[in-house]
């Protein structure tokens, strides 16, 4: 089964930007879905972007739509979340998953069966 190490998290303040990065253990080109989730305190996980395992399709939550990019390097097995304009709201412990090449809904938890540990994101005002 897939590893997966998320790494890049940190303290930033609004308006900010920062990568996170997902070190796979295995080749995900083609094999996997992969995607960020995100969990602040108090609240459930929630989707916020993913990237098809051909072609590279990208999907993005509403509220991270414009400001977040998706993109993975094959080469390294490695999935990127660029995060820019980051506000207050976006302060959450942000995990990657990988889900079969064939998900259907990438912005459902159940859709994924390999998760990372996590990294925090912490976003001050």
């Known amino acids: 089964q897939v590893q997966l190490v998320e790494s890049g998290g940190g303290s930033v303040q609004t308006g900010d930007s920062l990568r996170v990065a997902c070190a796979a253990s295995?080749?995900?080109?083609?094999?996997?879905?992969m995607a960020w989730f995100r969990q602040a305190p108090g609240k459930e996980r929630e989707f916020v972007a993913a990237?098809?395992?051909?072609?590279?399709?990208?999907y993005y939550a509403d509220y991270v739509k414009g400001r977040f990019i998706i993109s993975r390097d094959n080469d390294k097995n490695t999935v990127y979340l660029q995060m820019s304009r980051l506000e207050p709201e976006d302060t959450a412990v942000y995990s990657c998953?990988?889900?079969?090449?064939?998900?259907?809904?990438?912005?459902?938890?159940?859709?994924?069966?390999?998760w990372g540990q996590g990294t925090q994101v912490t976003v001050s005002s």
């Open positions: 998953a990988a889900g079969p090449y064939d998900v259907t809904y990438y912005a459902t938890v159940h859709s994924y069966n390999y």
């Open positions: 990237i098809s395992a051909i072609g590279g399709r990208t």
């Open positions: 295995e080749r995900i080109d083609s094999r996997y879905v």
